[in-house]
């Protein structure tokens, strides 16, 4: 294990009787990095955030933060942390502010908020001294990220972060976020939304069913993308197959094919076609996501 | 060890019914001293008993016979069964509500989550606890003895006797609390643990009065929380104040180690 190292998890696994929550992940997550942790629901997102924080204890395997074991070290570990769980819920008989005084308790800081992080999400006094149970889903979530963030922690560990919030809101969110990032922070950033892992994370882990499948930079992995191609036929072909490409769609004589084969070949290939038109669309993350799903099936 | 802000966020959470429990219970107190007092319940309370059979007289013994005197109503203050319930609820309802409830709510996850130890958790719980019960009870103590004080004389003896039957009673829900909160650190769903918990608490009462009534089973009496729990006897001087405290001490003791040892390897999800 690295210094530059925040995270470092080997061999994690955690089963809950037979089934098995995660099962052998292993990844790690570098100082002042957002990595991102992407999976849809009941891949083993949660239960891996949970292991990183000692609220569940790992059938095998191991897990370090900030140089140290977690099991034995889990106190101060999470003194340097910031979490926002995903469904974030608090206490209902609190007031905002109170709940918040809880937490700066607990952690034995100051009870201050930065104006600027109750401004930039346009919450004001009068939200903060609402019951919680009298909060808006919305509002409720933003008083989630800001018990996450108030005390300037140099982990944050965020599960679905952006649940609830408006676009404009989101954006906000992501500012913040990188904000965090230029002040040194590490994040871990558990999120079923491929846009938003693509617009703020520098890598990222896919997770399915309880293991990791893939753990690249979001540039590699959208270089590793399966190019689609798109095209439109002048007239009907009694049988038409493209050489190291896949139907995936067909709609009169529009097609949509998934690329797998050299590119040089297809062009070729292309030449000698009937063409309407044809583009190669630019891939996005749902794109890879889905694609490697895919091929994951096929195997 | 024992978080102040915690204890804040606990009392919050409980005082609707904790305060409800107190004022209840106080005037309740109050009013059977009242009773007492300004009626003549015992020659008619003598002549209803002198016409039941002697085997339900026995049983009454204890619960009846000395509610007759004006120290005998404050015992029975203490051991009347809306009393007993008040306080089961109350003490079942803390643990209940601040593990399993909040576990399945996700507040448990996040407060675990920031830099508080699950020993320092289940401390700071069992000690509010503590103090939720103990200002109910004192608040009943204090009704008694301003009634006692009102409506009869005052003494320091009965003064110390009333204070040991308040220890005693707080002793006894401590450990109600307590195992309730072994079973909620052991169980997983809210509704299930307070169940069992509660027909647990049944169970040593229905249990406690048939032993009683019955010799075959009288065997189990050593086994009941609630032989240990002896408000009539206590005044009168029958009972062993010394012993039921350190039992229900040892109990207690035993329940919290149990809780803590549980909590600490246990999942949070």
């Known amino acids: 294990m690295r210094d530059s190292q925040i995270i470092y998890t080997e061999q994690l696994t955690k089963y809950y009787g037979r089934i098995a929550g995660v099962k052998e992940i292993s990844f790690e997550v570098n100082r002042g990095e957002i990595f991102g942790f992407l999976g849809p629901n009941g891949a083993g997102k949660t239960t891996t955030i949970r292991l990183l924080l000692d609220l569940l204890r790992p059938t095998s395997g191991k897990i370090v933060i900030f140089g140290k074991d977690v099991k034995s070290n889990s106190f101060e570990i999470r003194q340097k942390c910031g979490y926002l769980p995903g469904n974030f819920s608090a206490y209902g008989n609190l007031t905002g502010k109170e709940f918040l005084n809880l937490l700066a308790d607990l952690r034995k800081v100051p009870r201050y908020i930065e104006p600027g992080l109750l401004d930039r999400f346009g919450l004001a006094n009068g939200d903060l001294k609402r019951k919680i149970k009298h909060l808006s889903h919305g509002t409720l979530q933003k008083l989630g990220i800001i018990q996450a963030f108030f005390h300037r922690p140099e982990l944050l560990i965020l599960d679905e972060p952006t649940t609830g919030l408006d676009p404009l809101m989101q954006e906000e969110f992501y500012d913040l976020l990188h904000k965090y990032q230029n002040m040194g922070c590490t994040t871990f950033f558990s999120s079923h939304n491929l846009s938003e892992v693509e617009k703020v994370c520098h890598r990222l882990a896919i997770i399915r069913k309880g293991e990791i499948v893939a753990i690249e930079s979001i540039e590699d992995m959208k270089k590793k993308l399966y190019r689609k191609l798109e095209l439109t036929l002048r007239k009907p072909l009694d049988r038409f197959e493209l050489p190291g490409a896949r139907i995936i769609k067909k709609q009169g004589l529009k097609y949509e094919f998934i690329v797998t084969g050299r590119k040089d070949t297809l062009l070729k290939s292309l030449a000698d076609l009937p063409l309407e038109d044809f583009v190669f669309p630019r891939p996005d993350l749902e794109e890879v996501f889905m694609n490697y799903y895919r091929d994951q099936r096929d195997d | ?269």
Request: aromatic share 14%; glycine share 4%.
């Open chain 2, 1 to 269: 060890m024992i978080r102040l802000s915690y204890w804040h966020l606990i009392w919050k959470n409980n005082r609707g019914f904790a305060i409800f429990s107190m004022g209840f219970i106080t005037l309740l107190q109050f009013l059977i001293l009242y009773l007492i007092s300004t009626a003549d319940t015992s020659s008619i309370i003598t002549a209803i008993i002198e016409q039941l059979p002697e085997k339900l007289r026995i049983f009454l013994n204890d619960s009846f016979f000395n509610t007759l005197s004006f120290q005998g109503a404050a015992a029975f203050g203490f051991n009347h069964p809306l009393v007993l319930a008040l306080l089961a609820i109350n003490a079942i309802n803390i643990p209940l509500h601040h593990i399993t409830r909040e576990m399945e709510s996700g507040t448990l996850e996040l407060l675990l989550a920031h830099p508080f130890k699950r020993h320092s958790f289940i401390i700071s719980l069992w000690v509010s606890g503590c103090l939720i019960l103990f200002t109910i009870i004192l608040a009943a103590l204090i009704g008694s003895l301003s009634a006692i004080a009102i409506f009869h004389h005052l003494s320091q003896e009965i003064i110390t006797k009333m204070m040991q039957i308040s220890f005693n009673q707080w002793l006894l829900f401590i450990l109600i609390m307590s195992y309730t909160m072994i079973i909620t650190t052991f169980g997983e769903k809210g509704n299930k643990t307070g169940n069992i918990s509660a027909v647990l608490t049944l169970i040593f009462y229905l249990l406690h009065f048939l032993s009683q009534l019955w010799e075959s089973i009288a065997f189990i009496k050593p086994f009941n929380i609630f032989t240990y729990y002896e408000p009539q006897k206590l005044m009168f001087n029958h009972g062993n104040f010394l012993t039921d405290i350190s039992i229900l001490s040892s109990l207690i003791l035993v329940c919290l180690f149990i809780s803590l040892w549980q909590f600490g390897r246990r999942d949070i999800s």
